[in-house]
């Protein structure tokens, strides 16, 4: 199994979150943890960058559901990334793709996609 990782970097007054591997239920709790720490400044946009995931389950979907709704909540955006086509797929089966808010990369955000030191 590829143990799922995180990376968070704070970029022009948003929260980017990368993953890393795979996120089942077995990261669940792990993954929670990391999207607390993440909203717990209450960024603006929190960008949620899937590109690193290998496979994601219906925990993992869930999370970034709440995760949405919390943002909403809060008045503030959480974009998603995609990851590759088996990650994203999950979120076209369940007809996310038009309620969540996917962007192609942080450019759309005004904020630089090049990893920072």
């Known amino acids: 199994m590829n143990r799922l990782n ?6 022009d007054g948003a929260t980017v979150l990368e993953l890393q591997g795979e996120m089942d239920i077995s990261e669940g709790d792990r993954f929670q943890q990391e999207l607390f720490t993440a909203e717990r400044e209450e960024p603006p ?17 869930r999370m970034v559901l709440e995760a949405d709704s919390r943002a909403r909540k809060a008045n503030r955006r959480l ?9 994203h797929r999950v979120f076209l089966i369940a007809m996310l793709d038009k309620r ?18």
């Open 6 to 11: 995180f990376r968070t970097e704070q970029r």
């Open 45 to 61: 946009v929190l960008v949620l960058d899937l590109r690193g995931l290998t496979f994601l389950d219906s925990t993992g979907l």
């Open 79 to 87: 974009a998603i990334i995609p990851g590759p086509e088996v990650v």
């Open 100 to 117: 969540l808010d996917f962007i192609d990369d942080l450019s759309v955000l005004g904020l630089d996609d090049a990893d920072q030191a």
